[in-house]
């Protein structure tokens, strides 16, 4: 069972979930346990394993091996989507190193940069290219999905070509409005935005 939508909380315990579902040793699992293993409330398990599973039965819980399953077709770990990174400077770098999405069924797999040609600037990954093989690399390697990590004043050209290369979808960083067409979806990050609000509850 594959959720046409899933709410970015559902979404971020899922991975926990796999883990315990992954570490039983069990034929069956309930989201009783479940819960009590991760200190998450029962109810909100239940009601994210719902979201995903009809596999579940009263009293003996869900077949250990179908809710893997499950689990893994929600977070896309069967159907593997490549995504490239625009902006190799120490975010774009940091992004491209970190393993954690593939969790999720993403491979971050390349990066672009309008200065990886200056000889004055050197780059430990193989995998940063220069922004002229963006359109090439995209067109090969059938990518949809952008993460862009370029400054403000630089965002909306990058955007642009990004959208010719055929990227569907892009996270951006920069705190600018984008402008794309109808058919190209942007969701914009906000560290600082995020640890205000943090901020604010700590101090609550």
């Known amino acids: 069972m594959r959720p046409t939508a899933l709410s970015r ?3 971020s315990r899922l991975p926990l979930y796999l883990q315990s579902v992954e570490t039983a040793q069990t034929a069956s699992i309930s989201a009783t ?6 200190h998450l409330g029962e109810v909100q398990v239940r009601k994210d394993l719902a979201s995903i599973s009809r596999q579940g039965r009263p009293k003996s819980g869900y077949p250990t091996e179908a809710l893997r ?7 896309g770990r069967d159907c593997r989507t490549e995504a490239v990174i625009i902006g190799a400077g120490r975010l774009g770098r940091a992004l491209l190193e970190y393993d954690g ?3 999720f069924g993403l491979d971050v797999s390349a990066a672009f940069d309008v200065n ?7 780059y430990s990954s193989p995998h940063i290219y220069p922004i002229q093989k963006l359109e090439w690399y995209c067109a090969n390697h059938d990518v949809r999905i952008g993460i862009l990590t370029v400054p403000d004043s630089a965002a909306q050209e990058a955007c642009d070509r990004m959208v010719r290369s055929g990227i569907k979808a ?3 960083f920069p705190q600018c409005s984008l402008k794309v067409p109808d058919h190209v ?3 914009q990050e ?3 935005l995020s640890l205000a609000h943090l901020k604010a509850l700590s101090q609550c």
Not at 33 to 38: D, N, Q, S, T, V
Not at 69 to 75: S, T, V
């Open 170 to 172: 892009i996270l951006s």
């Open 9 to 11: 909380s559902t979404l």
């Open 101 to 103: 999405f593939q969790v």
């Open 69 to 75: 399953k499950d689990i893994i077709a929600a977070l």
């Open 185 to 187: 979806t942007v969701c």
């Open 116 to 122: 990886v040609a200056d000889p004055g600037l050197t």
């Open 33 to 38: 346990r479940i819960a009590k293993e991760l």
């Open 190 to 192: 906000n560290v600082a």
